[in-house]
């Protein structure tokens, strides 16, 4: 019989099928319930931010006072009303801001008011005499001694106990890598490249805006709405700064209209919830504008990098020395982890002896920094697979030959110590070489334009602390469909759709007979630590899975005991118990809440079957301060690879690219084509942040806060021909082998494209977005036209 | 700031609406009838989010004030469906993984709508065409040009 479980075990139906997601019917039919969709009611109050205009700036005074007395405005808060800090890795934030204004935006007043209108006439009223200071700009300066001090009581902050912030400068975390002897292996590299690169501050922009909506009763409970990534981490992070007790916070988060990270951790959420505390048993409404999102929301940080590399003649890479300063904006308490996870991967995913890096979060005067899907990724890669490009080159080795030849393999010494799991990334840079055509050159489909194909290679891990949590139940019905509860929210990724298959799949019944509930409540809903990392496949996949398996041997236990067999007798198979032994056969239905009859009528056995299940990885360790060593940073790492095909106009510098390929290594696909769909989706994303975006910053300011002057991909932009590769090589603690790929699809698209410019036109674009006229002026400097 | 009464066709329901002069379509379909479909993703007339149908015409509803709909005809994503039976469009979405976190799905319907309605095999550079208004963060497009290619290759959508 054990055999018969093991072979159960192995992929359950329907696991690996590419059913339709869970949430389309609502989603396509505009029935799907978003944060600004649920109905208040007549006692909702609006929210407006009253904002310093200044980078940089001491608040001398505010005064509230008109503001207050304008008809129809019900409270005005600022920072005296809540003192304490608040942040994820790093409590370096205050609510609203007591002595100083770190960017533009960042928020000194808080208006409720019975209309929008209203609050944001208030506001205008709220007069604030600042002291303007000397902003810090760039990162790279901010780190010296020469820089204005940012956070002056950065060595009170709280902070959690891998980060190391350096007190007395404007450096939040200093994360180092020493590994080997960089220094004793130069004199043996035949071929050294040496770069700097520039990667700008990009946004996440999901086409819904922040909100969030509090309400504070009588008692002291807190209610808050929101579009949140983070329902558990805002719970205790606003009971925390509240001075409250976690169980009188109840966050409530409806679907996610796109998150990226955006939505990560708690950023405006406080505003609302602080406000809200001042007018008691009313909701209070804070709904970001388009353009406060552009100035308030969480960017990705901007990244000056340094790399040094080189490899001996057979082209090994035999040393790595790499320096990244990080513009971590105005408060780095969640993106220090950031900088961390920068760090610990610095090598990229080469298998390199010695290795120095220095990872440094910077305070600026810039927006607040916070993860952006990839999370530190995208921008180191950016510049380290184009690093590797150049010296492939140098030493007159293929690419992708020079990748085959270095990238980590299973059983590799990674570079922070830690021995690498399988992995199938050499599988996946084949299969994109393989299917780019890797060496074949076609002709350009015009004179003027210049053909050049590229490829780039990633990897990432889950970045968290080492011992984020996940929980899951599984309730039976009546009719013997199940209920799915989580923690982990549906952004668009496709999260409850993948939960409600491994629930079918461990329990045995078809997936069209469970639901995921929701929306995702703190007060029902099992924990979770947080929508991020793409961890929830894997890790809340691992607690729904133990859940069903919990269900199901509850299931079997009670019917094996009414037909007097041995539960390893029993299976449940599309919704039906049967017996291998007796062939009995009953379905689920009303057994799974009414139990079943003893024989001649002597009682009733069972009950209503409740399954629960956890997930916590217990094995990973710290890592030495001064030198990154340790025996598991990571749970795991996803690796892949991206190829793309493009064509270069040398008349007017336009890249057009023809067409993609990517190949993750995603452990098991649950779902292969959300897979796809992800893949797809994080690869536009990649090719708009190359080709488009950037978050103009003058003096501190930013100008372009618009989707008119910050544009993203749209459909005419998306490559026609892009193709997903699946590749599995099973995680060891992976539900059926699965890990996460949400992020990692935009992790190499920036260098592929930068390497296939290379290839077309012989020329380093330099920092992105590689707009046409960027690309034009590099050629011209190239002396490639005239 | 003055109300206005006015008459307006909603997925073919005659409504009575009281509105203030300066409030938009966006927010009148939300706020005063209750018809969340349609999204608000800028307010600026940038993100295609909360596109409808007004006089067969597509357009970005907080662009539109509601006075001017006095009289008028808006069909919304409620009314994309019949009795439960999904449009051809919508199904077609489905099929082809083209829904995400479904912030703009409303509004790429409805594009697509008006883009059938006025061109019932529309090519693949037309679709793109089409919905070039209609940001989606999400899905990189394909997948939504493909569905909409299905739905065209259904004779009974035009009908519908
Ligand atoms: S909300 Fe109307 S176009 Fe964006
Ligand atoms: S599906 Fe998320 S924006 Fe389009």
């Known amino acids: 019989m054990a055999n018969k479980e093991a072979q159960r075990e192995k992929i359950p139906n329907p696991i690996g099928v590419s059913v339709p997601r869970i949430d389309a019917r609502e989603k396509v039919t505009g029935a799907a319930i978003y944060a600004d969709d649920i109905q208040y009611g007549p006692g909702l109050l609006y929210a407006r931010i009253k904002r310093s205009p200044h980078p940089h700036a001491l608040i001398k005074s505010i005064d509230c006072s ?123 590299c035949a071929a050294i490249v040496e770069k700097r690169y520039q990667i700008p501050h990009v946004q996440h922009v999901p ?48 679907f996610v209209g796109g998150g990226f990270g955006s939505k990560a951790g708690v950023s405006m959420e406080s505003l609302a919830v602080a406000i809200a505390t001042r007018v008691k048993g009313r909701p209070v409404k804070l709904r970001l504008t388009r353009e406060e999102e552009f100035y308030t929301a969480f960017v990705r940080q901007g990244l000056i990098a340094y ?125 994109v070489a393989k299917a780019i055509q890797w060496g074949e050159k076609a002709p350009p489909s015009a004179p003027n334009k210049r053909r050049g194909k590229g490829i780039a290679i990633m990897w990432k891990a889950p970045a968290m602390p080492p011992n984020a949590g996940s929980s899951a139940w599984v309730e039976m019905n009546e009719d013997g469909t199940a209920t799915v509860g989580v923690g982990g929210q549906e952004l668009g990724q496709g999260t409850f759709t993948v939960m409600a298959q491994m629930a079918a799949g461990a329990l045995g019944i078809p997936y ?114 001064q030198t990154g060593q340790g025996p598991r940073a990571v749970v795991h790492y996803t690796t892949g690879a991206e190829a793309v095909e493009l064509e270069v106009d040398i008349e007017t510098g336009k890249v057009e690219v023809i067409r993609g390929v990517a190949a993750f290594d995603v452990g098991k696909a649950i779902n292969p084509d959300m897979v796809k769909a992800q893949v797809e989706g994080g690869f536009v994303q990649g090719l708009s942040t190359a080709f488009f975006e950037s978050l103009i910053l003058k003096d501190g300011v930013l100008q372009n806060p618009s989707f008119v002057d910050y544009r993203i991909a749209t459909s005419a932009d998306a490559p026609k021909d892009i193709q997903a590769i699946i590749v599995e090589v099973a995680q060891d603690d992976g539900p059926y082998g699965a890990r996460g790929v949400g992020e990692h699809p935009l992790v190499p698209t920036i260098p592929a494209i930068g ?22 002026l590099a050629m011209v400097d190239a002396g490639i036209i005239a | 700031m003055s109300n206005h009464k006015i008459n307006v066709t909603v997925n073919g329901e005659v409504e ?28 600026a007339g940038e993100c295609g989010a909360c596109t409808v149908i007004l006089n067969g015409e597509p357009v970005n509803s907080c662009m539109v004030l509601a006075v001017e709909c006095d009289g008028a005809s808006v069909m919304t994503i409620e009314g994309l469906s019949k009795d439960g039976q999904l449009h051809a469009l919508q199904q077609a979405v489905i099929d082809q993984g083209a829904v995400q976190c479904g912030f703009c799905t409303p509004g790429v319907l409805m594009s697509a709508y008006a883009l059938l309605q006025r061109n019932a095999k529309p090519t693949d550079e037309e679709i793109r065409e089409a919905l070039v208004g209609n940001l989606c963060r999400c899905t990189g497009y394909n997948r939504i040009v493909e569905a909409v290619k299905q739905a065209a290759d259904q004779p009974e959508t035009v009908a519908a």
């Open chain 1, 207 to 254: 086409i819904e805006p922040h909100i969030a909506v509090a309400k504070v009763d009588e008692n002291g409970k807190v209610t808050l709405w929101g579009s949140s990534q983070s329902p558990f981490a805002q719970r205790n992070l606003i009971a925390s700064a509240l001075g409250k007790s976690q169980s009188d916070v109840e966050v409530i988060a409806p």
């Open chain 1, 307 to 431: 790399f040094k590399m080189g490899c001996d003649k057979d082209g090994r890479l035999l040393a790595m020395e790499n320096r990244f300063y990080w513009d971590g904006g105005a408060y780095t308490e969640y993106s220090v982890n950031i900088t961390r996870a920068a760090g610990y991967s610095s090598s990229g995913p080469y298998d390199v002896p010695n290795v120095k890096a220095d990872s440094y979060c910077v305070y600026t005067n810039h927006p607040v920094t916070g993860p952006m899907r990839g999370f530190g990724m995208p921008e180191m890669h950016s510049g380290l697979e184009q690093c590797i490009d150049d010296l492939a080159h140098e030493i007159g080795i293929d690419p992708v030959q020079f990748r085959l030849l270095n990238c980590v393999r299973t059983g590799d010494t990674i570079v922070t110590g830690m021995k690498m799991h399988p992995t199938g990334l050499s599988e996946c840079i084949e299969k």
């Open chain 2, 16 to 43: 009575v609406v009281e509105v203030p002069a300066n409030m938009t379509l966006l927010r009148m379909l939300r706020e005063k009838l209750a018809l969340t479909g349609t999204k608000n993703g800028c307010s």
């Open chain 1, 512 to 625: 069209e007979d469970v639901r995921v509930a929701r929306p995702v409540d703190t007060d029902y809903s099992p924990y979770e630590w947080q929508t991020v990392a793409s961890r929830l496949t894997w890790s809340m996949g691992n607690a729904v899975v133990n859940a069903a398996k919990d269900a199901r041997r509850q299931i079997l236990e009670m019917v094996a005991q009414s037909w007097d067999e041995n539960p390893d007798d029993l299976d449940i198979v599309n919704g039906v118990v049967i017996s291998y032994k007796s062939e009995e056969a009953v379905p689920l239905k009303n057994l799974v809440i009414y139990g079943l009859p003893k024989p001649n009528d002597q009682g009733w056995i069972g009950g209503p079957v409740v399954g629960r299940g956890k997930f916590m990885p217990t094995y990973v360790t710290g890592l030495d301060p």
């Open chain 1, 755 to 776: 390497n296939a410019i290379y290839d077309a036109i012989g020329v380093r674009v330099g920092a992105p977005p590689f707009s046409a006229e960027k690309v034009y």
């Open chain 1, 66 to 188: 008109k503001a207050k007395a304008l008809p129809g405005v019900k409270a005005v808060v600022t920072g005296d009303d809540f003192p304490g800090y608040i942040g994820l890795y790093l409590q370096d934030r205050y609510i609203f801001c007591r002595d100083r204004v770190r960017y533009v935006g960042d928020p000194v007043a808080g208006v409720a008011a019975i209309s929008e209108e209203i609050a944001e006439q208030a506001v205008e009223l709220i007069n604030v005499e600042y002291e303007v200071l000397e902003p810090v700009l760039n990162p790279e300066f901010g780190a010296g001694p020469d820089a204005a001090i940012i956070h002056p009581k950065l060595g009170e902050y709280v902070v959690a106990n891998f980060i190391f912030p350096e007190p007395g400068s404007n450096i939040s975390n200093h994360f180092r890598i020493r590994k080997g002897d960089v220094e004793g292996a130069w004199k043996d």
